[in-house]
């Protein structure tokens, strides 16, 4: 685990935001994402948080870019020291996007899963998941206790989003979280306090498939001996 100085993850600047879709709309000529990315999403009925997480773990150690939303799993930096070049890797709100499998459809709450190397960032950026709106496939939870969280819900400020990656916590005032933090520190699981910043709230994607399924009406065959 990793332990991070700053926080860096940038917010769109809001005169864009309205109006973005997939991203990033620069030209992918001669660039890691023109060369390695390509569209690959299908549509899926049941979602759950371990299959989220179990997506997460993927990015690990991956790069990060801002807008941008397309890694492989080599484990390092494809495009180290070069930030906003079309690298690899997403920024802080597209990698809960696509770790969610959020639609860029308003209203819309089912789920797509997109390969790692799709190159989408999706249109929630820091502010929406800090300021749910009904329609939004994601919810506000009323408080930030231990209790309340559940792995793979989120902490967003205005600025940076991170998802909680365990029930258990490496000390009373933190948490291990999976983020894409920044140029200098790629995308990975970092301890962080956003639990007890102000700054931050939790936020919930709406309809998860339990983690028990397909078979969560039948716990008592998991503990039946003969
Ligand atoms: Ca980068
Ligand atoms: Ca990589």
Redesign the pocket.
Known sequence: MKRRAVSVCLVFAMGVIGSLELLPARPSFASWVGSNCSPNHTGIVHYRRKDAQAYAAVARSE???WGGGCWNDNNR?D?PG??DSN???PDCSGFVFKTWELRNAVGDNGFTWYDKLENVHGKSVTTDYKYPVGSDPFVRLPDKKRTTTQYMDAFSSDTHVAMLWSWAPPSDNTDYVVEALG?AYGTDIFIEPYRFDARYVGVRRKNWTPDCYPRCNHPESLVRVP
């Open positions: 790069g990060y870019e930096d495009t070069q930030p690298g690899e890797g140029d």
